[in-house]
Structures are given as structure tokens and as C-alpha cells.
Nanobody
Framework: QVQLVESGGGLVQAGGSLRLSCVAS????????MGWFRQAPGKEREFVTA????????YYADSVKGRFTISRDNAKNTVYLQMNSLKPEDTAVYYC??????????????????WGQGTQVTVSS
């Protein structure tokens, strides 16, 4: 099975920065891409960003464009989420997720097969 482990969450003041990491492992790990989602209490899980392992194409939610950057290190099976200019509304549990094959709709959490346990990001005002 595939295991995804997020790290790097914490408490930061508005305007600050934080970098999240997601390490993917597994006996036969393979995925077409990796995505980041977030979920605040009482809200639906929300797409944040995604990246393709091979070509590195990236996709972002409008709410984070210009502030967040996704990147990957193929050799380490690790995906990063650099978050700058953080806002209180960014407060949520952040999850990384992986689909096992090509997907057209990166924003749909139902298209992803494996999920990490999440890491809490809290942005204070």
C-alpha cells in the first residue's frame, strides 16, 4: 500500500510563511501526480494545488495563486507546499493526496486514491 505522511504544520502569524512536506512511500509506489487539499472545521475538503511527477505541471486554486507554491523532489518521493503571505482563512488541516493514474480533474478529491493523515496549519491575526 501507499503511505503519505505530511509534516511542517504549525502556528504562524498572518503574513508569515510555512513550508509543508509530504513524503510518499510504499512497496510499489506509483502515482501520476500529487495534490494538496485542506479542510477547516465545518467546511468541505478544498483543493489547494497539485503537481505532476513527470513534467512538473502545476495547478492552483484561485484562493492561493500567487501565495502558495507546490514543488516536488522525485528522488525523495516528496512534495512540498511553500505557503507565503498566510491569512487567517488559510487555517485548516492540510492533506496530501495521490492518484494512481492520470486524472483530468485535479480539484476533485474523489479522484485521489491515497491520503495522508494531515497536518494542522493555524494562522493567527
Amino acid at each position: 500500500q501507499v503511505q503519505l505522511v505530511e509534516s511542517g504544520g504549525g502556528l504562524v502569524q498572518a503574513g508569515g510563511s510555512l513550508r509543508l512536506s509530504c513524503v510518499a512511500s510504499g512497496r510499489t509506489f506509483r502515482s501520476y501526480a500529487m495534490g494538496w487539499f485542506r479542510q477547516a472545521p465545518g467546511k468541505e475538503r478544498e483543493f489547494v494545488t497539485a503537481i505532476e511527477w513527470s513534467g512538473g505541471a502545476t495547478y492552483y486554486a484561485d484562493s492561493v495563486k500567487g501565495r502558495f507554491t507546490i514543488s516536488r523532489d522525485n528522488a525523495k518521493n516528496t512534495v512540498y507546499l511553500q505557503m507565503n503571505s498566510l491569512k487567517p482563512e488559510d487555517t485548516a488541516v492540510y492533506y496530501c493526496a495521490a492518484p494512481v493514474s492520470y486524472i483530468n480533474h485535479y480539484r476533485d478529491p474523489g479522484k485521489y486514491d491515497f491520503w495522508g493523515q494531515g497536518t494542522q496549519v493555524t494562522v493567527s491575526s
